[in-house]
């Protein structure tokens, strides 16, 4: 079965440092969107991406964060200096047509 | 602009039934729904992609009413590993964005 591959599975950052989360899409997939899930909340939309562009972005996604995609296969989310308040589950996804994955997140804790 | 869910927690004995509704201020799309367990990724369950689509897998299925701009997720029937939090997704014309609901938490007991 397609799978989208996220790493690290967990990071741990102090407070101001970047951090990097990557994924790894199922390929011929042309949407990607990135989620924030603080524990035990909502499931929060942060970004999506396109054809190597932001289609579309939400609040929360601020000048402190950026995606990329560096190389064509890998997908990242950097978080330029990260907050306390940024601790989270992040989880990469790939909807689109009749099926949509996700991938098992990176848990972010900020200290 | 996020979709809201009702009830907000169910607690079920095994066998027994439960609808959970997805609202939306907005022209849908689509909706997706998802189920996910504690410290988990959500699950994806069905998508419906056309006004008045119900679709269904199993005891868990689905409808869309385009009009109202509903979505209802019906499980019949629950097993233990219905347990977990529902959540709807919704598509607005559009916009490529996928918004997840409030969420619904469903336990389901022996």
């Known amino acids: 079965e397609p799978e989208v591959t996220q790493t690290p599975s967990h990071q741990v950052t102090q407070m101001g440092q970047e951090v990097i989360l990557r994924c790894v899409p199922i390929s011929n997939h042309l949407y990607f969107y990135w989620y924030r899930q603080i524990l035990g909340q909502k499931v929060e939309f942060l970004v999506s991406?396109?054809?190597?562009?932001?289609?579309?972005k939400s609040e929360i996604f601020d000048d402190q964060f950026s995606v990329e995609r560096p190389d064509g296969s890998n997908f990242t989310l950097k978080i330029r200096s990260t907050k306390l308040e940024d601790s989270a589950m992040y989880f990469c996804?790939?909807?689109?047509?009749?099926?949509?994955?996700f991938g098992q997140g990176t848990r972010l804790t900020v200290v | 602009q996020q979709p809201v869910q009702s009830p907000q927690a169910v607690i079920l004995r095994e066998g027994e039934d439960a609808v959970i509704n997805c609202s939306s201020s907005?022209?849908?799309?689509?909706v997706h729904w998802y189920r996910q367990k504690h410290g988990e990724a959500p699950i994806f369950l069905m998508i419906l992609l056309k006004g008045g689509e119900q679709k269904g897998h199993d005891k868990i299925s689905a409808s869309f009413n385009e009009k109202k701009q509903q979505s209802s997720l019906y499980l019949t029937a629950s097993q233990l590993s219905y347990s977990g939090t529902y959540f709807c997704g919704t598509e607005i014309w559009n916009t490529d964005k996928l918004i997840f609901g409030t969420g619904t938490r469903l336990q389901v007991f022996p």
């Open positions: 907005k022209a849908l799309y689509s």
């Open positions: 991406f396109y054809n190597n562009e932001i289609s579309e």
């Open positions: 996804a790939t909807p689109g047509g009749n099926e949509a994955f």
